[in-house]
């Protein structure tokens, strides 16, 4: 993927967010709203993932679940 499908891509996803908190479409300071909204999601799908490693490391047994 592109750097310019990518942001197509965000645009599409939290344009819409961005536009409800009163910034407005297509301004520098859209732009960066959005970028921003895509970085912390890509930031909290990391965080699961490491959390959830985390957690499964933690296992002493597959067969048990961890108590946390």
Not at 2 to 16: C, V
Not at 55 to 64: A, G, T
């Amino acid at each position: 993927m592109t750097p310019e499908q990518r942001f197509a891509e965000s645009e599409r996803d939290y344009g819409p967010v961005c536009e409800k908190k009163g910034v407005a479409r297509n301004s520098d300071k859209w732009r960066a709203c959005v970028e921003t909204e895509a970085l912390n999601a890509s930031l909290a799908t990391q965080r699961d993932y490491e959390q959830e490693m985390l957690r499964k490391r933690d296992c002493v047994s597959p067969l048990q679940a961890c108590q946390r």
